[in-house]
């Protein structure tokens, strides 16, 4: 498939050559991260987190994507809790690489003593600067395709 975008054109080759879905759903069963293993994790997420990506689905993603979306909580068991960041992570200064909705999601997976699950590695290093390690399982970004992918077969590629 072609994309006009550079970034979603990137996001395919790098799909193509190493999917990331396997990864991801081996890291959330438990398989060979270290943790010992067997049976998925206890997975939650903050209020904030679970918000934005549902309005992020609903805005940019296709029927599949949003279909796949609304199964996600179900096949998980995704808890979502509310947000309650850690007081270590409120204290680190906002900084246009690490703000409120940072603070939200990060400090409340750290309040949960939790492994945040996130493609933004930029965010933890931005706490680890001032010295706070944030625990994270860091994955590939991955753009919702479907409506551009949709456009491109209809329009034709792009020159």
Request: hydrophobic share 30%; aromatic share 6%; glycine share 14%.
């Given at each position: 498939?072609?994309?006009a975008?550079?970034?979603l054109r990137d996001q395919a080759a790098e799909e193509g050559a190493e999917r990331e879905l396997p990864r991801l759903t081996a890291f959330l069963r438990g398989d060979g991260d270290g943790a010992g293993?067997?049976?998925?994790?206890t997975i939650f997420t903050s209020r904030f987190a679970w918000d934005k990506f549902q309005s992020i689905v609903s805005t940019v993603g296709g029927p599949r994507e949003r279909q796949r979306a609304a199964?996600?909580?179900i096949?998980?068991?995704i808890t979502i809790v509310e947000d309650?960041?850690?007081v270590r992570v409120c204290a680190l200064a906002k900084t246009s690489r690490f703000g409120d909705r940072h603070q939200r999601i990060f400090g409340t997976g750290d309040t949960l003593d939790a492994i945040t699950v996130t493609a933004n590695a930029r965010t933890c290093r931005?706490?680890?600067?001032?010295?706070v390690q944030l625990a994270a399982f860091i994955h590939a970004a991955r753009a919702l395709t479907e409506r551009k992918e949709r456009?491109?077969?209809v329009r034709g590629p792009a020159s």
């Open positions: 498939t072609r994309f975008d550079k970034i293993g067997g049976g998925h994790k199964d996600l909580r096949r998980w068991d309650c960041p850690s931005a706490a680890a600067s001032p010295g456009a491109v077969s």
